[in-house]
């Protein structure tokens, strides 16, 4: 999978649970903590192109993926594609 690239905030739930699917999984990936870095949700959005409400926000590669239920959706769905 290509590398994992996750905009979140120590605080959040969701955040903390997509770094752990990717440290669980052993997928490579960036954790950037928007509040230590003092990035604003507007900052994001420019960075992904799109509007953000929430976080985190993640991409995979060039690709954006959403957010933690769909990151979660998104590598169960590349899992069974490698299984079969």
């Given at each position: 999978?290509d590398?994992?690239?996750?905009?979140?905030?120590?605080?959040?739930?969701?955040?903390?649970?997509?770094?752990?699917?990717?440290?669980?999984?052993?997928?490579?990936?960036?954790?950037?903590?928007?509040?230590?870095?003092?990035?604003?949700?507007?900052?994001?959005?420019?960075?992904i192109?799109?509007?953000?409400?929430?976080v985190?926000?993640?991409?995979?590669?060039?690709?954006?993926?959403?957010?933690?239920?769909?990151?979660?959706?998104?590598?169960?769905?590349?899992?069974?594609?490698?299984?079969?």
């Amino acid at each position: 999978m290509d590398h994992v690239t996750i905009y979140g905030r120590t605080s959040c739930g969701f955040c903390v649970r997509a770094k752990s699917l990717c440290e669980a999984k052993g997928l490579a990936h960036t954790w950037i903590d928007i509040a230590a870095e003092g990035l604003s949700k507007a900052d994001i959005a420019e960075k992904i192109g799109r509007p953000v409400h929430t976080v985190p926000q993640i991409l995979v590669g060039d690709e954006y993926v959403g957010g933690c239920d769909e990151f979660f959706q998104f590598v169960r769905s590349r899992e069974a594609v490698l299984q079969n």
